[in-house]
């Protein structure tokens, strides 16, 4: 398993109160959180800026439990992920963005049957978000490396070589850990949209 020496090292000074280390933590990785926060939040600036600055400050309370086994900023934007998450669901809003769909015929299906909202009834445009939050919700609840596979894949666009330089793993290692990480993101979709099926049909019952 690969060890991030220089994160590991910069990690040491910052929970020794070295204020110039907190400078660099929060220089190098603020604009970089913005952006990744950015895409996920509809490019909204303001709220983009916000779960940066809540995701550096959430981190620098948790540095104790930062073990080097993935790179510093891999670990920071799983926090921010999580808080972007957070983020939409405090403001009733789920990002529209749809990975993973040509790996997963059933979730392809799924999306591209509600692709015409003009044409939606009230109960198809529901499905559809729920769908589409179902989705992002299933890769928030991936670990941190899975998750972060798959969005540098499916969502980022580089390539397997990319990743693994990225991860510091070989081709074939990184190759079987997005098999690993698509067949744990299919596991947690397929379990939700079972209970959302589950859900309907109780309600048409009813």
Sequence with gaps: MAVYLEDKRL?????KGDERAFDRFFDEN???LYRFALT?????????????????GKAARKLHTYKAEAALFTWLCAICRNETSDW?????????????????????AAVD???VPEQMSPDRHYRRVELLRLIQVALDQLPPKYGDILEWKYIEGHSILEISER?????????????????AFADVYTSMTDGLDRHESELVKS
Excluded: C
Aim: proline share 3%.
């Design 11 to 15: 990690v040491k000074r910052l929970l």
């Design 30 to 32: 603020f604009a970089r």
């Design 40 to 56: 996920r939040l509809a490019d909204d600036p303001d709220a983009a800026r916000e779960v940066a600055q809540v995701s550096l």
């Design 88 to 108: 939409l669901a405090s403001q009733g809003r789920y990002r529209d963005h749809i990975v993973l769909t040509e790996d997963f015929p059933d979730v392809r």
């Design 113 to 115: 049957s509600f692709q």
């Design 167 to 183: 991860m510091n793993l070989g081709t074939e290692a990184t190759q079987s850990l997005l098999a690993r990480a698509k067949r």
